[in-house]
């Protein structure tokens, strides 16, 4: 099996919303690669409540007849739409039963309408500098749909398709046999965005993983009732987030006559520090409940949690008070608690619903860096005091994803199953390849693109300080009026050889990460410095249907008379155009 095609074969069935599942591996590479080929769409689509008014006879062969009776309103639901290039029907065919290899089933033949104008187009690309604006891989594209007869004019108001998943299958076209199902390979699978239309087309345009999780990351809001749900004035506030271990924030002061603030939406693994213009307070132990916590009997410089619901209290307040907590964050009903980046990721992920079935959860064990992390979101509150909620305020799921991969200068997409992935560009030479490119095997002029200019130092903050005060009380050491007085800490690397070979040479900005320790931030200085400071190129390859077999952040091998790869070289695979065959790659 080809390594760039491995992940097909153990894709959990229950992460493609498809009726007909895929073979258990691609059947045939050459598929993939060929000229001649045919194509199958299936759409997930979604319809509520069909009328038959709204339903043309027209839309017949494409609409599951079965889903979407003529003449009788149904139920919303979603249902898979099937198209193809040619025109195409499933085999009448013996399938094995799931629950064991005794029982079988007949599956009937489906038909997969005549459509597919052109190849269906995907472009990918992952971000190259640590300064790209988003982390996400970006996925774009548009497939044509041939809407000459006016069929399909009215998809658009049956079938929602937004955040919704399409894959298209590829199978090579032969004129004398007609290809089984299990003939066909994933060419690829991808959330869509809209649909297109005109009077002559019905296009449908793919926008990748952020379309899905647009949905704000905080999905936990302040009734306003009183108690751990604050009081009227927080009503229809987003609750704040906390994840791993965090420094100096403010939490809501849910409460005002226990003084009690919330400090996460849920459970919490501990209460580190809270600390009063900089004093450390004593504290006083952990409570069950909101209950337990507000009848508790405190001490004048005393606090005390309930982290079974995110809560700290005080005793008191002094004139001129302002109260800042470190603490460990968000702990799931397992009791894991996630503090690197990508076990964070993974947990926000988990909280908008999108659980292992949805992530391609090799990505997630490796291809960020392991050292500790913290993150945490506020809630939102205006500066008289009243709350309100403001609708551009809270952050969705795509932009928590976008601020941990740029943290470790990563990126984050959909990967060719359409399941979720992490990674960030590595040393190419460092890495083992996946696949060969010789000059055979392109089917046009190399293109050179621009490249920022090479780093002789890179800087990189940590420890984040989420709360940085100048108004201390007079015992604060000066080592902590420093440390909180500052928004973060700083370390750096440098290559002088850079600097001298590269007049032009660049410091990039400090990059702010949300890293705890002083080694993993260096570490990741280092790393940004062997990938950015070396002279390197970004070229765009016409390497035609055998772009589908590099996955994006892969490393290959190429080997061409120009462009400095005479004798071969590794590059990374960071972008990809299937419908054009076209590689971008960086090295």
Request: proline share 6%.
């Amino acid at each position: 099996m080809v390594p760039a095609l491995a992940c097909l074969a153990c894709t959990p069935l229950a992460a493609l919303p498809f009726d007909a599942p895929l073979p258990d591996a691609p059947q045939s590479v050459e598929a993939l690669v060929a000229d001649s080929a045919s194509y199958l769409l299936e759409i997930a689509a979604y319809t509520g409540r069909p009328t038959a008014e709204r339903f043309p006879p027209l839309a017949v062969a494409t609409a599951p007849v079965a889903a979407l009776p003529f003449g009788a309103a149904i139920e919303g639901e979603t249902v898979t739409l099937r198209l193809s290039d040619r025109g195409w029907v499933s085999p009448y065919e013996e399938v094995a039963e799931p629950v064991g290899p005794v029982l079988r089933q007949w599956r009937n033949s489906r038909w997969y309408e005549a459509r597919l104008d052109e190849e269906p187009q995907l472009d990918q690309e992952i971000p190259v500098t640590p300064e790209a604006g988003t982390r996400s891989g970006l996925s774009a594209g548009r497939i044509r749909l041939n809407n000459l007869d006016g069929a399909l004019d009215v998809w658009p108001d049956l079938y929602t398709i937004a955040g919704r998943k399409l894959r298209v299958l590829k199978a090579v076209y032969e004129r004398d046999r007609l290809p089984n199902y299990a003939d066909h390979s994933l060419l690829y699978e991808a959330t869509m965005a809209d649909w297109l239309a005109d009077e002559e087309t019905l296009e449908i345009e793919i926008g990748g993983a952020r379309v899905r999780l647009q949905n704000p990351a905080q999905n936990r809001i302040y009734q306003g009732t009183g108690g751990e749900e604050g009081d009227a004035l927080w009503a229809g506030v987003r609750m704040p987030m906390t994840f791993g271990e965090v420094f100096n924030v403010e939490g809501d002061l849910i409460v005002a006559a226990t003084l009690t603030y919330r400090l996460h939406s849920g459970r919490i693994r501990a209460l580190l520090d809270c600390r009063d213009r900089g004093i450390s307070l004593a504290y006083a132990g952990d409570f069950a409940d909101y209950a337990a916590l507000a009848a508790a009997s405190l001490s004048a410089g005393q606090y005390a949690s309930c982290l079974a619901e995110g809560l700290g209290r005080l005793h008191s307040l002094n004139e001129g008070s302002r109260i800042t907590w470190d603490l460990e964050g968000d702990v799931d009903g397992q009791g894991f608690f996630a503090d690197s980046h990508a076990a964070i990721a993974r947990r926000v992920l988990a909280m908008a619903g999108i659980g292992e079935v949805g992530l391609a959860s090799g990505t997630f064990a490796c291809d960020w860096p392991a050292g500790r992390a913290g993150l945490f979101l506020s809630s939102i509150a205006s500066a008289e005091g009243a709350r309100s909620v403001d609708a551009g305020g809270a952050p969705s799921v795509a932009e928590v994803l976008d601020r941990l991969a740029a943290s470790v200068a990563g990126w984050w997409g959909e990967d060719e199953t359409g399941a979720i992935a992490i990674g960030r560009l590595r040393v190419p030479a460092a890495v083992e390849s996946i696949l060969n490119f010789g000059p055979l095997d392109f089917r046009g002029r190399i293109e050179a693109l621009d490249l920022p200019a090479p780093r002789w130092r890179q800087r990189v903050g940590y420890r984040l300080n989420w709360t940085p005060q100048q108004d201390f009380a007079g015992a604060v050491s000066d080592a902590d009026r420093q440390r909180f007085g500052q928004d973060y800490q700083e370390t750096s690397a440098s290559d002088a050889e850079v600097a001298e070979r590269h007049f032009a040479s660049a410091e990039p900005e400090t990059l702010v990460t949300l890293f705890k320790e002083e080694i993993d931030a260096l570490a990741l200085a280092q790393l940004l410095l062997a990938l950015h400071g070396p002279d390197r190129r970004l070229y765009r390859l016409p390497v035609g249907p055998k772009v589908a077999l590099t996955p994006l952040g892969q490393t290959v091998i190429v080997t061409y008379p120009r462009g400095g790869f005479g004798a071969g070289k590794a590059v990374q695979v960071v972008g990809r155009s299937l419908g054009d065959g076209e590689l971008t790659v960086w090295g």
